[in-house]
C-alpha cells in the first residue's frame, strides 16, 4: 500500500539552528500539507501546498518556516532558527484530490530543541 | 471557548464493549467530520469522514453528526484490543480547507 515517509524519524538539535525535515509523498498526490503536534496537545495546521505554491497557512507558520517542492518526489519543511517551542512531533501529509476526507499522513519526524 | 474539544480519557473498556467517543466544536461554518485513528509512535489514520449532520456506518464503526448540538460521535462496537489507540476528531469548513483537530483520547481494549 503507498505510503507517506518521512525522515528523520528523529532529529535533536540547538536553539537557533536551521531544520529540514523531510517527506516523500505517495507518488501521484497533488496537494500537501504540514502539521504539527506538541507533546500532550493537538495536532495543529501549518500549511498546505499545491502546484508549487502555498495554498494555505496558519498563524504558526511565520517566517522562520518555509516549505519546498524541491524536485518530482520530495517536500520540505524548513525552520531556520529553532526555538525550544518547535519542540514537536511534523507530520507530512498528501492528498490526490485535495479533500480533507483524503489526506494520508506519514508516520512524523520528532524534532527536539536544546 | 475552544474550537475543537473532545473527552479527555483515558477510557479502558473490555472486550467486546461497545464505545462511545464524543467532540463538541464551537464553530458553525465547520461542515465536515472525520475520525482518525492514530497507533503509538504513528501518524493519524482515517477512519470515518462525514459530511455535514447525519450518520455513517462502516462495519464495527458509527460516525453521527449533530450539527444543531454541534456534537459528533464515533461509536465501535464490538470493541477488540487492536481498537486500543487514540482517538482523534478533526473537522473543516470547506472540503479543501484545513483541519481542525480535538486534543484526542487514548482508548485501551482489555482482552
Known amino acids: 500500500e503507498p505510503e507517506v515517509t518521512q525522515t528523520p524519524s528523529h532529529q535533536v538539535t540547538q536553539m537557533g539552528q536551521e531544520v529540514i525535515l523531510r517527506c516523500v509523498p505517495i507518488?501521484?498526490?497533488?496537494?500537501f500539507y504540514w502539521y504539527r503536534q506538541i507533546l500532550g496537545q493537538k495536532v495543529e495546521f501549518l500549511v498546505s501546498?499545491?502546484?508549487?505554491?502555498?495554498?494555505?497557512k496558519s498563524e504558526i507558520f511565520d517566517d522562520q518556516f518555509s516549505v519546498e517542492r524541491p524536485d518530482g518526489s520530495n517536500f520540505t519543511l524548513k525552520i531556520r532558527s529553532t526555538k525550544l517551542e518547535d519542540s514537536a512531533m511534523y507530520f507530512c501529509?498528501?492528498?490526490?484530490?485535495?479533500?480533507?476526507?483524503?489526506?494520508?499522513f506519514g508516520e512524523g519526524s520528532r524534532l527536539t530543541v536544546l | 471557548q475552544k474550537e475543537v474539544e473532545q473527552d479527555p480519557g483515558p477510557l479502558s473498556v473490555p472486550e467486546g464493549a461497545i464505545v462511545s467517543l464524543n467532540c463538541t466544536y464551537s464553530?458553525?461554518?465547520?461542515?465536515?467530520f472525520m475520525w482518525y485513528r492514530q497507533y503509538s509512535r504513528k501518524g493519524p489514520e482515517l477512519l470515518m469522514y462525514?459530511?455535514?449532520?447525519g450518520n455513517k456506518e462502516d462495519g464495527r464503526f458509527t460516525a453521527q453528526v449533530d450539527k444543531s448540538s454541534k456534537y459528533i460521535s464515533l461509536f465501535i462496537r464490538d470493541s477488540q484490543p487492536s481498537d486500543s489507540a487514540t482517538y482523534l476528531c478533526?473537522?473543516?469548513?470547506?472540503?479543501?480547507?484545513?483541519?481542525?483537530f480535538g486534543k484526542g483520547i487514548t482508548l485501551s481494549v482489555r482482552p
Open positions: 501529509a498528501s492528498s490526490a484530490t485535495g479533500v480533507t476526507g483524503e489526506l494520508f
Open positions: 507518488s501521484n498526490h497533488l496537494y
Open positions: 501546498f499545491y502546484n508549487n505554491e502555498i495554498s494555505e
Open positions: 464553530n458553525s461554518a465547520f461542515q465536515y
Open positions: 462525514t459530511y455535514s449532520s
Open positions: 478533526a473537522m473543516s469548513a470547506g472540503a479543501n480547507s484545513k483541519l481542525t
